[in-house]
Structure formats: structure tokens, C-alpha cells
């Protein structure tokens, strides 16, 4: 009866009740080490980019697979045999930004606003606009750089090599202030004379500035008060000048 009782002169009631407690206390200790440990896992963790980051990403992706394929990335717009412009840089996109059935739809022979590509040209590509601009219909916010010493070049395909300034240094596209968005597959794009815009009243799709995908694929925000010098030296390919903090 004894040895039922008693276990290394320990009644098993007390025993047991005794178990319970120190099992709690580990449940505590655990309870109070996921409290301070997962904050600090989770700011570890890489976030996601936001919407209008992550459309500029996935455009600097599809340019280097452009680039991959055909040796160098888009001209700014292709043209007829008088030069004239007639399809955007953003339409020889489409099949690496997964829109291929949609380009394949185009008659790239006829101008973008001919009215046989009237269907293509009403269609809304969502990675080309970014939320925050809140746009209506087909309209885009994202133009390239384009110029003899900027990212693409007017009617050719420009090659890596040639951003002597290197490409961490270069922007490739801007996002424009949305009520000067335009139609996608428009042949419209910026210069270094977008930068002007830039100023403590500008008023972009984000607070105190807007976006731009460097040459590289890295998507930063690009601050109202940026110091023109440092626009200035981002916005060429090869100009040898030093780039300074924004």
C-alpha cells in the first residue's frame, strides 16, 4: 500500500501536480521567447516590393531577356521606311512581360494607332501602370530614357556594354506624374528633361518623389529634392560623371 502511495518518498498525487506545474513553467518560457525572437525574424525576413515597385521590376527582368534573345535591349520605337515611329518599346515587350497573345494580335507593319491594332491599343496592361497613379482605361506611367546618351537608344537596339557609366548608375525608366500618363503603346518616352519636374510641389504617384528602374533591374525611389547634378549624371550611358547620394 505504501509503495502505491509514495514514489522516492514522494506522495504520486504531489508528484503529478508538481509535473503539471513545470510543464506550464516551459510553456511560459517558450510563449516569452517567440514573443521577442519572431519580430526581429520577420524584420530579417525580405518584403515584398510594392505593387508599383514590383512592375518595375518585373520590367527591368523582361528587358534583360530581351536583351538575352536579341543581342542588346529594344530601340526606343521601331520605325517605317520614312523613319517614322510606329511601335513602343512596350509593345516588343509584351512577349517577356507574358502578354504574347496579346502581341501577337499586332500588325507591327501598321503605326500603333492604325485602326487595325484599335483592339490591342484599348487593352489595359496592368504592368504598365502603376496603382497608385490610379489611371483609367490604357494608359502608362513608365517611360524609358531616350536619347543618343540615354538607355535606349531612338532607333536601335542598345548594347549592355555601351553604359560605360555602368549600369547601377543609369536609369532605364521613370514613372511620369500620372496626368501625364498616355496610351502604352504610344512611341513616347522621356529625356533628361524630365528631371525638371522634379521639386518640393511635384506631384507624383507617391509622396516626395517617384520611381525609377536603374539600368541594372534595381527599382529606387528617386527623392523630389534629388540635386540636379545627380540627376543629370544618372540620366546618361557614358558621360564619365560621378554619381553622388539621392
Not at 525572437?37 to 516590393?49: D, E, S, T
Not at 517611360?143 to 556594354?161: K, N
Amino acid at each position: 500500500m505504501t509503495s502505491q502511495l509514495f514514489s522516492n518518498g514522494i506522495p504520486n498525487s504531489r508528484r503529478g501536480a508538481f509535473t503539471l506545474w513545470e510543464l506550464l513553467a516551459v510553456l511560459v518560457i517558450i510563449a516569452i521567447l517567440i514573443a521577442l525572437l519572431l519580430p526581429a525574424f520577420f524584420q530579417a525576413m525580405p518584403r515584398p516590393y510594392p505593387p508599383c515597385k514590383r512592375n518595375l521590376k518585373s520590367i527591368g527582368l523582361a528587358l534583360y531577356n530581351y536583351a538575352d534573345v536579341y543581342g542588346g535591349f529594344p530601340p526606343a520605337y521601331t520605325t517605317d521606311e520614312n523613319g517614322k515611329p510606329l511601335h513602343s518599346w512596350r509593345t516588343l515587350l509584351l512577349p517577356f512581360v507574358d502578354q504574347a497573345p496579346l502581341y501577337d494580335t499586332i500588325d507591327l507593319p501598321k503605326p500603333w494607332d492604325d485602326p487595325i491594332n484599335a483592339e490591342a491599343l484599348g487593352t489595359v496592361v496592368r504592368i504598365y501602370q502603376c496603382p497608385g497613379a490610379k489611371l483609367k482605361g490604357n494608359l502608362t506611367t513608365y517611360a524609358a530614357l531616350v536619347g543618343e546618351d540615354h538607355f535606349l537608344h531612338p532607333e536601335r537596339s542598345r548594347e549592355i556594354s555601351e553604359m560605360e557609366d555602368g549600369t547601377s548608375d543609369t536609369i532605364a525608366v521613370v514613372e511620369v506624374r500620372p496626368q501625364e500618363a498616355f496610351p502604352w503603346m504610344q512611341p513616347r518616352d522621356e529625356d533628361v528633361s524630365f528631371f525638371q519636374d522634379l521639386n518640393p510641389k511635384a506631384e507624383f504617384a507617391h509622396v516626395g518623389g517617384t520611381h525609377v528602374l536603374l539600368a541594372d533591374g534595381a527599382v529606387r525611389f528617386l527623392s523630389n529634392e534629388t540635386p540636379r547634378e545627380t540627376t543629370a549624371a544618372l540620366a546618361t550611358i557614358a558621360g564619365g560623371d560621378e554619381v553622388g547620394e539621392y
